[in-house]
Nanobody, 127 residues
Framework: QVHLVESGGGAVQAGGSLRLSCGTSGLFIGRNCMAWFRQAPGKEREEVAIINTRNNNTYYSDSVKGRFTIFQDNAKETLYLQMASLKSEDTAMYYC????????????????????WGQGTQVTVSS
């Protein structure tokens, strides 16, 4: 059974940084397509970043490109989202997702259907 558990969210001032973590179990993190999504109150869920962990190909939304970095640590079975230069509009619940137990993808060939999701971690950026 696949489990994804996010952590690292919190409150930060605009311009600050946070690193989100997604601990995984039950899947092959080094052979997968994984992603971070976010959803702010009253808004639709948004793809933030996608990574193919087989080759480290990535996709970033225009709203975070150049500020956020998605990467994984295979030994720790953990997916990360390093966030810098945070803005108030980055305030949202952040979710990690996996395409499958093992998968392959072209991160830019969206939309992708992610089958496994975590419970989310809240990020609040104050201006």
């Amino acid at each position: 059974q696949v489990h994804l558990v996010e952590s690292g969210g919190g409150a930060v001032q605009a311009g600050g940084s946070l690193r989100l973590s997604c601990g995984t179990s039950g899947l092959f993190i080094g052979r997968n397509c994984m992603a971070w999504f976010r959803q702010a109150p009253g808004k639709e869920r948004e793809e933030v970043a996608i990574i193919n962990t087989r080759n480290n190909n990535t996709y970033y939304s225009d709203s975070v490109k150049g500020r956020f970095t998605i990467f994984q640590d295979n030994a720790k079975e953990t997916l990360y989202l390093q966030m810098a230069s945070l803005k108030s509009e980055d305030t949202a619940m952040y979710y990690c997702a996996a395409l499958g137990v093992s998968s392959d993808c072209l991160p830019w060939a969206r939309p992708l259907t992610f089958r496994h999701w975590g419970q989310g971690t809240q990020v609040t950026v104050s201006s």
